[in-house]
């Protein structure tokens, strides 16, 4: 069999360590679907593209290896453009591939098309069309790089219809696969930030999102330990600091001032480690823009007037921090804040797990949720109300166990994304948590789960509405409208695609369901029924907490 341009795309595929291919076959790229049967790669058929590109997302996030989505031309293309954009906000490595129409009618006005380049060069890091088979092997290894160097992101390749089944050289290969090493800090940096530390009263660290990319956790224990500075992380963060370390502060990025809020306005030093604006306003820790910021991150930091960087660290986040923690020659006590903060949220955790009203209250969910799954266990919270009382109090202990898109905050990723959350971590059990509205935006997938194998469990909070805009309406505008919808019976409806359906009927029922489902070795999926009049509730108690 002659080779072709498609075979050759699965060979710098498999050249690039990819295990898994996640999307939807289109009479245009039938010779890429097809080779991709002699080769070691599975493709995952998916039953809409977005949720190829949500499963792509979550298995470059878990991995650090760009998730590979596949599409044909046109609105298959399209379709896929939610998830590209998720993954390039929350700094995910994505390669998305589509077919495009044949360079002999690009030119001019045809069937099914529309220029796909121009409408992924704003949601990438780069977007471009392969113009001839012989350019494969250098544009794919460029999609990877260029997908995979911090700051990570989304990619988009169109391959033409002519190009994808025109022959190529015999002697056409991938390239060699080159990694990026890690950096050490400028010494200079790393001095005047240990100058900037030397003066501090209350400093306090701030660890996002690529501190867990950057597999820096036991890097920043160690920093904390032996300075003694507490430590926050935001929603994306999670993890990457133990919330059960005598230094934890919790997660940051609630809508409004919560109980970590306390003790960055005492904080008078900053120090970001591997933050992004994007996972949240810097306004909610500096309003008045009077804190000293140590940036340390691979990449400089954003322009935000309310995040002056004082001293930017770039470099290995680890080794980074090492050198910091050596060159800063003094220990700091940590204030009775911390202590304030931490026995906060100790309460309103266990205050949850007293709830036995029906409906159940969200903390009650949370609570039995972390009784349910093991430490390193993987569960995704969908955006929206489930979302907050998630990244708020669902106690986390190890980095992309908890998972929130907190970039672009797409709803619907959660189900397809704990599908590939199982498959790049078979031996752990992975629970997507979400809203039944934003269950129904992909919940198709669950064939996808049954077909393929793949056992997920799949927690509803059900209220029949969207909660999240809910709120927000009755905090600014004092009444809601437009909210409320009708829902299926969803029990029957995980049924009907052969998974498990499972109804809470009171309080004491959802751990034990939990557990059952967990334990199943196929597709679970349980409706839990919520009362968010809690919602209003917790804003109103934190606006008097602390005030105290």
């Known amino acids: 069999m002659s080779s072709t341009a498609a075979r050759l795309l699965v060979r710098a595929l498999e050249a690039e360590g990819v295990k898994y291919v996640f999307g939807i076959p289109g009479e245009e790229n039938i010779h890429f679907v097809d080779a991709l049967n002699d080769s ?38 399209i379709n896929l453009q939610l998830g590209v954009a998720d993954a390039t906000t929350n700094s995910t490595p994505v390669v998305a591939i589509s077919a495009q129409v044949g360079l002999d009618r690009i030119y001019k006005e045809s069937h099914q098309i529309v220029d796909l380049v121009s409408l992924f060069r704003p949601i990438t890091k780069w977007a471009e069309l392969v113009p001839t ?22 990619v988009y390749l169109a391959i033409p219809e ?39 009263r209350r400093p306090i660290v701030l660890a996002g999102h690529g501190a867990a990319r950057a597999g820096a956790r036991d890097a920043l224990v160690r920093f904390s330990e032996h300075l003694g500075i507490p430590v926050a992380t935001t929603f994306n963060g999670k993890g990457v600091f133990p919330d059960d370390h005598r230094h934890a502060l919790g997660a940051f990025g609630f809508m409004r001032h919560d109980h970590v809020n306390v003790a960055f306005d005492e904080a008078d030093v900053l120090i970001s480690v591997g933050y992004e604006l994007q996972e949240f306003d810097p306004v909610k820790i500096n309003p008045d823009r009077s804190k000293k910021i140590v940036h340390i ?51 309103e955790f266990a205050q949850g797990q007293g709830e036995d009203g029906f409906p159940l209250t969200p903390r009650r969910v949370v609570a039995d949720i972390r009784q349910a799954m093991e430490r390193d266990d993987i569960v995704l919270a969908d955006t929206g109300a489930v979302k907050m009382w998630m990244s708020r109090m669902y106690p986390t202990y190890e980095p992309n166990t908890m998972l929130v898109s907190n970039g672009l905050s797409s709803m619907g990723f959660a189900v ?20 039944d509205g934003a269950f129904l935006m992909n919940s198709q997938e669950l064939e996808t789960a049954v077909r393929e194998r793949i056992p997920i469990t799949v927690l509803i909070w059900e209220d029949g509405a969207y909660g999240l805009i809910d709120w927000k309406m009755g905090l600014e505008l004092g009444r809601s409208s437009s909210i409320a919808f009708g829902n299926p019976d ?21 751990l034990p369901t939990l557990r059952e489902a967990l334990a199943y070795e196929g597709v679970s999926v349980i409706t839990v029924p919520v009362d968010y009049s809690a919602n209003l509730a917790l804003t109103e108690t934190l606006s008097h907490v602390l005030e105290s």
């Not at 590109?53 to 979550?58: G, N």
């Not at 878990?62 to 298959?76: D, H, N, W, Y």
């Open 133 to 154: 088979a012989a350019a494969v092997p250098e544009m794919l290894r460029k999609a990877f790089k260029i997908a995979q160097t911090e700051r990570p992101g989304a």
């Open 162 to 200: 002519d190009v994808e089944k025109a022959p190529v050289p015999d002697d056409a290969r991938p390239l060699p696969v080159n990694v990026v090493r890690p950096v050490d800090p400028s010494a200079a940096q790393i001095a005047r930030a240990a100058d900037l530390l030397a003066t501090a």
């Open 416 to 435: 397809p994304g704990a599908i590939a959350a199982k498959l790049a971590f078979p031996s752990r059990r992975v629970l997507a948590a979400t809203g």
């Open 297 to 347: 991150h691979q990449f400089p930091a954003e322009v935000d007037e309310h995040y002056p960087v004082a001293v930017g660290v770039q470099g290995d986040l680890s080794r980074s921090l090492h050198a910091l923690g050596e060159a800063v020659h003094r220990r700091f006590t940590l204030s009775p804040t911390v202590e304030k903060v931490r026995t906060l949220i100790r309460e």
């Open 40 to 77: 070691s790669i599975r493709y995952v058929l998916v039953r809409h593209e977005q949720g190829a590109a949500f499963m792509a997302e979550m298995y470059g996030r878990l991995t650090g290896k760009a998730g590979v989505a596949s599409a044909t031309l046109g609105p298959g293309a």
């Open 490 to 510: 969803f029990v029957k409806y995980a049924e009907s695609f052969g998974a498990r359906g499972h109804r809470v009927r009171a309080a004491e029922e959802l």
